[in-house]
């Protein structure tokens, strides 16, 4: 079956820009994770929804950072007055179930080059 | 707060020989503990997980991983390498009580098996 996707692939934005980077989850999948991979590091986590609801951002590194997932399929990481600090891999990772033993799934992730 | 170490930014393993790729995590309670593999430009692929049980859990490809409680460790293992294998590995823990639903994430071991 179709796994999650992420689009674009690949995001170039000049400093200042905002820019929307999009994740569609495995169908039926409950939980929605993003996370954010600078390079030569391990992903970091930013926030999570169950279906629509966005039960943490603890993760999110300032207040230019927002997410949403309106009804609890798809959902949206914006970045509002991209920093060249904001350049990393996105990425967008999905389980069936809230229950911490389930393991996620991950997109291919959205490479995001501020210049 | 929850934690991972992977030691090791690289390890090199001749094809055919034994492979070993070290993990080891600190959490305040109970562990949940997963390795994923990334092969470049994609995303990174559930191996396996520990939850509870037998101490050494078998996943895809071959690999297979051992909790130590006593040591704190998750270390990943696979018999017989392939060149194939050679890939970025990631642990990642989860904290049963209290780490909500987040994965914390090591640095990442390259693993790179050589004919």
């Known amino acids: 079956g179709a796994g999650v996707s992420q689009s674009p692939r690949y995001k170039v934005a000049k400093r200042g820009q905002d820019v929307a980077l999009r994740c569609d989850p495995i169908s039926g999948h409950v939980s929605l994770f993003w996370y954010q991979q600078a390079l030569g590091q391990g992903p970091e986590f930013l926030t999570y929804?169950?279906?629509?609801?966005?039960?943490?951002k603890s993760g999110l590194p300032s207040d230019r950072f927002f997410a949403e997932r309106p009804e609890g399929s798809v959902s949206t990481l914006k970045i509002q007055r991209t920093q060249q600090e904001d350049s990393a891999v996105y990425l967008c990772a999905s389980s069936l179930d809230g229950w911490p033993s389930y393991e996620q799934y991950f997109g291919p992730g959205t490479r995001l080059t501020v210049t | 707060a929850q934690s991972v170490a992977q030691p090791e930014d690289q390890v090199n393993v001749a094809e055919g020989n034994p492979l070993t790729v070290k993990c080891t995590y600190s959490v305040s309670g109970n562990p949940y503990l997963f390795w994923y593999v990334q092969y470049p430009n994609r995303g990174l692929q559930f191996l396996l997980k520990y939850i509870t049980g037998d101490n050494l859990v078998k996943g895809s490809y071959g690999f297979e991983a051992e909790f130590n409680k006593s040591q704190t460790s998750f270390h990943l293992k696979k018999p017989s390498a392939l060149v194939s294998d050679s890939a970025l590995y990631f642990c990642?823990?989860?904290?049963?009580?209290?780490?909500?639903?987040?994965?914390?994430f090591g640095t990442g071991t390259q693993l790179k098996v050589e004919l």
């Open positions: 990642a823990v989860r904290d049963r009580s209290g780490g909500g639903n987040k994965l914390t």
């Open positions: 929804f169950q279906n629509e609801a966005q039960l943490d």
